[in-house]
């Protein structure tokens, strides 16, 4: 993983206690998002991207409709909402 942001999140995770598996998982699915809206950062994307690319997953790729539960994963205001202060 070279990028500093998903390196950035994978160590907020690390502190937050999560299990590693769940980290991994995270990871691959913002690194799937990132690719998807082109490799931008994901600040620079916003509610409509996400909205497509979850469209993507449950439609091309017939993905689960649970996949929507986890949307707050792919907006950057949510992941900063999360973060802790500091």
């Known amino acids: 993983m070279s990028s500093p942001f998903l390196q950035e999140l994978s160590r907020d995770m690390r502190v937050r206690g999560y299990a590693l598996r769940t980290e991994k998982t995270y990871i691959h699915w913002i690194r799937r998002y990132i690719y998807f809206i082109d490799r931008r950062h994901p600040s620079d994307a916003g509610a409509v991207e996400v909205r497509d690319f979850l469209t993507y997953l449950a439609v091309d790729r017939k993905a689960s409709s649970n996949l929507k539960k ?14 802790a202060p500091g």
């Open 70 to 83: 986890g949307r707050s994963v792919f907006d950057p205001k949510a992941l900063r909402r999360r973060r």
